[in-house]
């Protein structure tokens, strides 16, 4: 076994292997929740506070709320079980008030917070920006507490069942750090390769991007030519049956015939 660099080294197999830094390892686990509240607040401290327009009881403070909805989903409890760490983060100076916990829930619900989350998102990859050049896209689904009638026809059988309902999250991220440079969620009929253009368009305007890399269902003209205008290069496989034909799109022919010689 010959050994490349510290942490690197090849098995009898010709595979790399990497060993684990055990002292970084535990730092990052024990400190986690003492760097997440750090970093989170150092975000939501961004946020203008909003001007109390009028008389009556003042709003609650939309840094300091976005703050707990984001303190709630990390800690994966619910409201009411979160609002001991809230507390925790009150005495700690992280926020000037403690909400309520239905608070959290009715704002978790407001439609106008997307574009301050999309903000932070934006604001905690420019750090990185300089290090990020390759970039990876895809979508996952997260389940509902509603249910939707779905038709069976396995069996030629017409039978209506209850499935639960789920919502599309669709993620740009950096192939070196791991970090989200832009997210959109969408309901669970919205295909993957339609919101490619956002978040190719959406990490562009923060990182110079080299590489994109996708699965074969992001697979498209259209898609190809978008990567192609950032400067960048698309390492997305084709369909079966894939025709080169470049129809106005040359990276689609260049890459065509590069995977094809590669294979």
């Not at 791991?178 to 959406?202: A, G, K, R, W």
């Not at 190809?224 to 950032?230: C, G, R, V």
Request: proline share 4%.
């Amino acid at each position: 076994m010959s050994i490349t660099t510290p942490n690197e080294t090849i098995n009898e197999e010709g595979n790399k292997t990497y060993s684990q830094d055990w002292n970084a390892y535990n730092q990052a686990q024990t400190q986690e929740k003492i760097l997440f509240l750090e970093l989170l607040h150092d975000l939501t401290s961004q946020i203008p506070r909003q001007q109390q327009n009028g008389r009556g009881r003042p709003s609650i403070d939309i840094g300091d709320m976005i703050f707990c909805c984001c303190l709630k989903i990390y800690l994966d409890f619910s409201s009411r079980r979160t609002e001991s760490d809230v507390r925790f983060a009150y005495n700690l100076g992280y926020i000037d008030h403690v909400p309520h916990f239905n608070s959290i829930l009715n704002y978790l619900n407001k439609p106008e917070l997307k574009s301050y989350f999309s903000q932070l998102i934006h604001l905690s990859a420019l750090p990185l920006k300089d290090f990020e050049k390759t970039f990876a896209v895809d979508a996952t689904g997260f389940s509902t507490s509603m249910f939707g009638r779905w038709l069976d026809l396995r069996h030629d059988n017409r039978n209506v069942i209850k499935k639960r309902k789920y919502v599309k999250c669709h993620i740009m991220s950096g192939t070196r750090t791991n970090i989200v440079t832009h997210v959109e969620i969408t309901d669970q009929l919205v295909h993957d390769s339609v919101m490619f253009p956002d978040l190719v368009d959406h990490t562009a305007e923060l990182f110079t991007m080299q590489e994109v890399c996708a699965d074969k269902g992001y697979a498209s003209r259209k898609n190809f030519q978008i990567i192609s205008q950032h400067g960048a290069v698309p390492f997305i496989p084709f369909r079966k049956g894939t025709r080169g034909l470049a129809k106005g799109v040359p990276m689609w022919r260049t890459m065509y015939l590069f995977l094809q010689r590669s294979s």
